[in-house]
């Protein structure tokens, strides 16, 4: 009778779990309704500018120099140069690779495509039961057949012939 009980009672809960929402993965930000405290960024001090000529316009919705930059500031804090990090295009170095990228055509719904496809995976590959009794992650179980194997990867491209300044030379076998 006890052990009718106790199975009785296991299945229930089982039931409960399986109910379920959408498996989380490994989403940080999953379940937070409050406002992000890390985008909230104090401004500058004001300051009277050397020169009044050389302030920018103003308009509206646009920048200002109290606005605060931590990109800017890092790049300046390194040695960089943060007037660099304008939006200016693609640099001239790159145009021939993003060309040869795009050259049969780029899909401008890419996000929205890829965003529906890992939905629809996560729910082929969603927790089971006791992960979900247990509140394991499936993250590294859902994506597995995705991740590429590094060692085995550079090993195949060295044997190739590709150079691969950066990586350790392979290992003989």
Known sequence: MRTRALTIGFAAALGLAACGGEPRLNNIKAGQNGPDEFAILPTRSLAMPPDLAVLPAPTPGGAN???????GDAV???GGNPDRLADRGIAAADQALVAHAGR????PQIRETLAVSDAEWRARNGRRPLERVFGSSVYQRAYAPMALDAP???????RAGAITSTAPAPVAE
Not at 65 to 71: A, E, S
Not at 152 to 158: K, S, V
């Open 152 to 158: 085995t990867e550079q090993l195949r491209w060295q």
């Open 65 to 71: 120099i109290t606005d605060p930059n931590p990109q």
């Open 104 to 107: 049969v055509g780029t899909d």
């Open 76 to 78: 300046a804090a390194l």
